[in-house]
């Protein structure tokens, strides 16, 4: 500046200036702070958004309206191999594998008017292998501040590695489904076992019987012809009695009708048990008629009466129709078993005053019946064996231990359910649920 034009300007107006300038500088220092902090947090942000588009397991893949992309990330190229800097503003049809994944595309890029929530595609990319890879892709339109369509976001997930773990899911429910089969057959073989074990285990103490018995009445047979040659070839009578003696015909007939009866009722005992396995066996449906379980109740005490006069107090009131569908006579065996138990629980209990009463209730669509004795009652370690077959505390030749496990088994097949329980004063009650007759 020349002295000249310096001339005239006082000092104060130079400290102005200097103060000036010091402001501007230092504006421009604060200027430039925030500026470096703006950029670092831009960095950050971008980082972080780099970070996380990287971290995606799934593909994504940003392209503008004309399928030109603009943003890749670490899945995606990976499962393409090409870097980021390749696919950049190159076209996404050059990574589709097949003309109808190309169509595909096209269709969602070519849509005016998209679904913002996207649409589900199935597409076929190229991976680095040039091989076809499938992806269920989702593509969601992207919008630019200004409200208007600028491209298009497509994020996906290689199938084949769903397809592969819901086949091997498939494959081991499969199994598990055939090992339940197995677990459920051997089940039922070693109940049949059990039953099968329990079935011989009966019938071999008749069956002995029966057999040792014939074998005697074999051997006397044998003796008894002997004799009967000899008095029919009219030997003197002197030897008929020597013979007689000899072959102890007297004994033979002597022991011969405790022999015969002792088989006849070892066979009885097989029928029997025969006879009460044969109502295991599933009612036939169409046998099913209404039933008023006052009616079987009335002819169940009417028939133990008959087999040995009863020595306790039945105590049951008729009351109206309790109608049930089912079979008569298997509900009537039920209730003679009932009560054939609490017979015997009450005679062996040994009290005066023996005892059976039966009462009926309607709760909801069922009918309860309950059966109580005053006998002694169940032991607690027996109560949950009671129904199993051949469960018996009764002395050989009294019980089969049959008689519970057929009625269960009957009360099944008509829809209801068999229990027991023992009173708190002793004594065991039965509980007989059957649903009513509509
Ligand atoms: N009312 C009852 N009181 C006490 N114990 C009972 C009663 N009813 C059944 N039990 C017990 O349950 C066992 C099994 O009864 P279940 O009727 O199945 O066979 P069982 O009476 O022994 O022989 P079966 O009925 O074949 O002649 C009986 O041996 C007895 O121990
Ligand atoms: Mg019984």
Redesign the pocket.
């Known amino acids: 500046m020349p002295a000249s034009a310096l001339e005239g300007i006082d000092e104060s107006t130079w400290v102005d200036v200097i103060q000036k300038m010091d402001e501007v500088y230092s504006q421009l220092i604060d200027d430039e702070i925030e500026l470096e902090k703006k950029n670092a947090e831009l960095e950050q942000s971008q980082q972080f958004i780099f970070s996380v588009l990287s971290a995606m397991s799934d593909v994504l893949l940003v392209c503008n309206e004309r399928g030109v992309i603009e943003e890749t990330n670490a899945a995606l190229c990976e499962l393409v191999g090409r870097t980021d800097a390749e696919l950049h503003g190159t076209s996404l049809y050059e990574l589709l594998a097949d003309p109808l994944s190309v169509e595909r595309a096209r269709t969602v890029l070519g849509n005016t008017n998209p679904a913002r929530r996207g649409e589900g595609l199935e597409l076929n990319l190229f991976d680095a292998q040039r091989q076809s890879v499938p992806v269920d892709a989702n593509c969601t339109p992207r919008v630019a501040a200004s409200g208007r369509r600028v491209g298009t976001v497509f994020v996906a997930r290689p199938t084949a590695e769903i397809k592969r773990a819901y086949h091997e899911l498939r494959s081991a429910h499969e199994a598990l489904k055939r090992a339940q089969q197995q677990l459920l057959h051997s089940e039922k073989m070693a109940s049949l076992g059990r039953l099968v074990a329990g079935v011989a285990h009966e019938l071999n103490n008749p069956i002995s019987f029966v057999l040792g018995n014939v074998h005697a009445l074999s051997r006397y047979s044998n003796r008894l012809r002997a004799y009967l040659a000899a008095v029919h070839a009219g030997e003197p009578a002197e030897q008929l009695q020597a013979l007689r003696g000899k072959l102890r015909i007297d004994h033979i007939l002597d022991d011969l009708p405790s022999l015969i009866e002792g088989t006849l009722e070892g066979a009885q005992r097989t029928a029997d048990i025969v006879n ?1 396995l044969k109502r295991f066996s599933a009612m036939d449906p169409e046998d099913r008629i209404p039933v008023d379980l006052n009616e079987v109740i009335k002819r169940a005490i009417h028939w133990i009466g008959k087999g040995a006069v009863p020595d306790f107090e039945m105590r049951w009131q008729p009351g109206p129709p309790l109608m049930v569908m089912g079979s008569a006579g298997q509900l009537q065996q039920v209730l003679m ?2 009560l ?3 017979q ?3 005679a062996a209990h040994g009290k005066a005053d023996k005892l059976v009463s039966i009462e009926t209730e309607v709760v909801e669509n069922c009918v309860r019946l309950h ?1 109580r ?1 005053n ?5 607690p370690e ?1 109560l949950s ?5 051949f ?4 002395p050989v030749g ?10 269960y088994g009957i009360v099944e097949h008509h829809g209801g359910v068999l229990s ?1 329980c023992n009173q708190i004063d002793a ?2 009650e ?1 509980l007989l649920e059957l649903p009513l007759a509509h």
């Open positions: 009460s078993n009932l054939q138990n609490a015997d629980a009450t059966l004795d006998g002694p009652g169940i032991a027996h064996h009671v129904f199993d077959p469960f018996t505390t009764k009294k019980g089969t231990g049959l008689g519970l496990s057929i009625s027991v004594g065991a039965f």
